[in-house]
């Protein structure tokens, strides 16, 4: 799959783990609103609505209008959505 990453994301909120594919051409905001999308219909709790997503190896904070290709996230990333 060479238009996707494989990467750990992290929700503490309900402190669960997920292994997803996010696609390299979106922007972080649309893929931000994808996983929150995806988390609602999963997680028997309610949960509220994520806007952040920060790699966990180096807590950087990732800017909603960047494009997933053009940051450090790779195959095998952590990533934490808060």
Same mark, same amino acid.
């Given at each position: ?19 997803? $594919?996010?696609?390299? #051409?979106?922007?972080?905001?649309? +893929?931000? *609103?994808? @996983? ?17 997503? $920060?790699?966990?190896? #180096?807590?950087?904070?990732?800017? +909603?209008? *960047?494009? @997933? ?14």
């Amino acid at each position: 799959m060479r238009n996707k990453v494989l990467v750990e994301l992290i929700v503490p909120e309900i402190d669960r783990k997920f292994n997803v $594919y996010l696609p390299i #051409t979106k922007k972080i905001g649309n +893929i931000i *609103t994808l @996983l929150n999308q995806a988390i609602q219909e999963i997680s028997p709790q309610h949960v509220r609505v994520n806007n952040s997503l $920060y790699n966990r190896d #180096t807590g950087a904070k990732y800017d +909603i209008d *960047t494009v @997933l290709y053009y940051t450090d996230i790779r195959n095998g990333t952590a990533l934490i959505l808060i």
